[in-house]
């Protein structure tokens, strides 16, 4: 339990220093490829984010979801990459390869849908290579590029939200 608790404080480090080094400066550029970074244990109907992506008109292949779940629960999400605290070493080191790999790819877009405060997931937002960060989660401001105040339930108001903001930023 202990170890826990210093393991959990390493990780608070690292994103801490994440998050104080200055970024990179949003390009302008069009949204091709979306990454979906989103709570499994909020979220179970991930064939919105396909909507997303067809609102947004990204192709298919251009989209990689990637869920986090509390639980061991993968069969749940076999349908893509499902993650869990165990996946996540001391001080933010990432000990999945297929986690590596999606943090790894500079996606245009990357859409954080998660409310609850995860340190896992706040971690990984952070580490992401994205160009430009969208996310409902507002605890942490320095997380995201673009915050859309939607509740977690109403997706549609929080694509159209996003989808307007893209367009006001010459993303679309």
């Known amino acids: 339990m202990i170890l826990k608790g210093f393991k959990e404080?390493?990780?608070?480090?690292?994103?801490?220093?994440?998050?104080?080094s200055p970024g990179a400066i949003s390009e302008n550029s069009i949204v091709k490829s979306i990454g979906v970074l989103f709570n499994g244990d909020e979220v179970n109907d991930?064939?919105?984010?396909?909507?997303?992506?067809?609102?947004?008109?990204?192709?298919p292949n251009?989209?990689?979801?990637?869920?986090y779940t509390e639980n061991k629960k993968e069969n749940l999400f076999s349908w893509n990459?499902?993650?869990?605290?165990?996946?996540?070493?001391?001080h933010g080191k990432i000990k999945n390869i297929e986690l590596e790999e999606f943090l790894?790819?500079?996606?245009?877009?990357?859409?954080?849908?998660?409310?609850?405060?995860?340190l896992e997931l706040?971690?990984?937002?952070?580490?992401?290579?994205?160009?430009?960060?969208a996310g409902i989660f507002q605890e942490d401001e320095r997380l995201n590029d673009l915050i859309v105040n939607t509740g977690i339930k109403d997706?549609?108001?929080?694509?159209?939200e996003l989808k307007k903001y893209l367009?006001?930023?010459n993303k679309l």
């Open 167 to 169: 367009k006001v930023f």
């Open 104 to 118: 790894g790819v500079e996606f245009d877009l990357l859409v954080s849908f998660y409310a609850k405060d995860v």
């Open 155 to 160: 997706f549609s108001a929080f694509k159209r």
């Open 9 to 20: 404080k390493s990780i608070k480090k690292k994103l801490n220093s994440l998050l104080h």
């Open 122 to 133: 706040k971690l990984l937002t952070a580490l992401s290579k994205a160009k430009f960060k």
């Open 62 to 67: 251009k989209l990689k979801i990637i869920a």
């Open 81 to 90: 990459v499902c993650f869990n605290p165990k996946d996540i070493g001391w």
């Open 46 to 59: 991930f064939e919105v984010f396909k909507t997303l992506a067809d609102d947004l008109n990204v192709r």
